[in-house]
C-alpha cells in the first residue's frame, strides 16, 4: 500500500504516527498534541471530532500512517 493510499485511515494501530499529508506534521500518541488538547497516549483515532493539525489547520482525514520501517 502506497502512502497514498493511508490517507484518511483511521484503523492504524493505536500507537502508529500520523503525518499530514499537507504540511508534513507528525502525530505522536506517546507525545500527544497540548495545543490540540490531546493528553500524551491519545490515539489518532480518539482525538477530539474537531481537532485539527496544529500546524496548517488540515482535517484528520488528511493525515495517513507514517511508514516507521527504518
Same mark, same amino acid.
Given at each position: 500500500m502506497?502512502?497514498?493510499?493511508?490517507?484518511?485511515? @483511521?484503523?492504524?494501530?493505536? @500507537?502508529?504516527?500520523?503525518?499530514?499529508?499537507?504540511?508534513?506534521?507528525?502525530? *505522536?500518541?506517546?507525545?500527544? *498534541?497540548a495545543l490540540g488538547r490531546a493528553e500524551a497516549g491519545t490515539p489518532f483515532a480518539a482525538l477530539p471530532q474537531d481537532w485539527r493539525c496544529p500546524v496548517c489547520d488540515a482535517a484528520p482525514h488528511q493525515f495517513m500512517k507514517v511508514d516507521d520501517a527504518r
Amino acid at each position: 500500500m502506497s502512502g497514498f493510499e493511508n490517507f484518511g485511515r @483511521l484503523d492504524a494501530d493505536p @500507537l502508529a504516527r500520523m503525518e499530514c499529508g499537507v504540511c508534513w506534521t507528525v502525530y *505522536d500518541p506517546a507525545e500527544g *498534541d497540548a495545543l490540540g488538547r490531546a493528553e500524551a497516549g491519545t490515539p489518532f483515532a480518539a482525538l477530539p471530532q474537531d481537532w485539527r493539525c496544529p500546524v496548517c489547520d488540515a482535517a484528520p482525514h488528511q493525515f495517513m500512517k507514517v511508514d516507521d520501517a527504518r
